[in-house]
């Protein structure tokens, strides 16, 4: 469900609760009139007048607020009214103090409402960042399939430092899922920053190890320029790159210090982790081509690899227990990526009461046989690549050719220094 459909049905919604709360309002200011009126004089139920606007701002706006703090206003006259002691100053003080609380009430509704519009303008913005950001993944990559889901922890935005990306080579696919040592907006540039270098340096670089060098080289060269001074040494991106070959039933993976995804079996109910040899996060200055390993796991036609960031494992219920991510991916593994992270986003708001602690990112990968079409194009993508650069064999700690340019050191130029 996209993010105009969940706010569409999230008005719908207020606009039923809204109508159900001014019929309660009513039937409230009838009660209530009508109890006054029916029992005994020292008995004075209507001051209870006051509940039916304050019922009415819980959903409705302030003409509609302020209509029923009239209609409750000119409840207690009546009643006054009937008892032949509407001038007495019990009445006068009873209209008065019903009339300033309803007052009080639509001056509550109005900066409700207003900080609502603000509210709305903010994550208008911050889901058209998220588009520009994030690009969605497509559907169908060669041989895999795609699916990515992004849960923002703040309530102001719905974007964060969780990232992901996907890149079709000539050999193949490749694929980043990373998170920026923080949530909200501030993290917002780090996570832009990776994406780009990622989108740019996955076409340029054969091996792993060295696309993970190139963004370490990025995020050192973007902090030294805007890393805040009370965080100098504290800023990081852990980050897990994969490469999925057309031609070989593997996956291979370069972890910098990210969570090791889960490897769901094509029979349901079959769920493995990752064993990963991680590499520091990006940023410390200790992630380089010959530090960094490749990790081969076997990923058949019908395996999945479900992605995710820590803020997912980290999400607790009220009672503070973590969710079970590998537990509950097992009920769902045989179902197509889109299906499983749709199950996965409804049982973790059901397991945090819809509240989360940090941004969850969920990226599913599922590897099916290439169409004839897909075939096609990755071999106009082998034949377009530079002689040579396809028969790179991807060796852990093995030299790399590295082209001149941004994403890689000049010839003969020194290696930028560890922060």
């Known amino acids: 469900m996209s993010a105009g459909q969940q706010g569409s049905s999230g008005r719908g919604r207020r606009r039923q609760s809204g109508h ?17 009126i029916v029992t005994p004089t020292d008995i004075h139920l209507g001051p209870l ?37 509407l001038l007495s100053r019990n009445v006068i003080v009873q209209v008065i103090s019903l009339a300033v609380l309803s007052v009080l009430i639509v001056a509550l509704s109005v900066v409700r409402d207003r900080r609502r519009r603000e509210l709305a303008q903010v994550r208008s913005v911050a889901e058209a ?32 430092g969780d990232l992901y990306a996907a890149a079709r080579t000539g050999r193949g696919a490749r694929l980043l899922i990373g998170d920026v040592r923080g949530k909200g907006l501030p993290a917002v540039g780090e996570a832009a920053l990776v994406l780009g270098a990622f ?58 210090g990210h969570v090791a995804p889960l490897l769901l079996g094509s029979d349901e109910g079959r769920v493995g982790v990752a064993d990963l040899d991680p590499a520091p996060p990006l940023g410390v200055g200790l992630t380089d081509a010959g530090g960094s390993t ?56 059901a397991h945090t009461g819809g509240r989360l602690g940090d941004d969850v990112a969920l990226v599913a990968v599922r590897r099916v046989p290439p169409s004839p079409a897909g075939s096609r194009v990755a071999r106009a993508l082998r034949g377009a690549l530079p002689d040579g650069a396809a028969a790179v064999r991807t060796e852990p700690g093995g030299p790399e050719p590295v082209p001149p340019g941004p994403y890689g050191p000049e010839p003969g130029g020194p290696e930028p220094a560890p922060r």
Do not use: K, N
């Not at 159900?20 to 006054?36: E, N, P, R, Y």
């Not at 006051?50 to 006259?77: F, M, Y």
């Not at 960031?309 to 991916?329: I, K, S």
């Not at 199950?343 to 708001?349: A, G, K, S």
């Open 20 to 36: 159900a709360l001014l019929l309660v309002a009513a039937v409230l200011v009838v009660l209530i009139t009508v109890s006054d």
């Open 129 to 160: 960042a998220q588009h520009v950001l994030l690009w969605p993944l497509p559907d169908r990559l060669g041989s895999l399939e795609l699916a990515c889901l992004y849960l923002a922890a703040e309530d102001e935005a719905s974007i964060g």
């Open 199 to 256: 989108r740019e340096a996955a076409h340029h670089l054969t091996a792993l190890p060295s696309l993970a060098a190139s963004l370490e080289r990025s995020v050192i060269r973007y902090l030294a320029d805007f890393e805040p001074e009370e965080e100098s040494g504290e800023r990081f991106v852990t980050a897990l790159l994969l490469e999925v070959p057309d031609d070989e039933p593997v996956v291979r993976m370069t972890s910098c």
């Open 294 to 349: 490749v990790d081969e796991l076997p990923f058949g036609p019908g395996d999945t690899l479900l992605l995710y960031t820590d803020g997912v494992v980290e999400a607790r219920d009220r009672h503070g227990v973590f969710y079970p991510l590998a537990e509950h991916a097992s009920r769902w593994a045989g179902c197509a990526p889109g299906v499983l992270l749709d199950h996965l986003r409804r049982d973790l708001l």
């Open 49 to 85: 007048l006051v509940i039916a606007p304050a019922v009415t701002a819980w959903a409705e706006g302030p003409r509609t607020t302020g209509c029923v703090g009239a209609l409750s206003v000119a409840a207690q006259a009546f009643i006054g009214w009937h008892s032949h002691a």
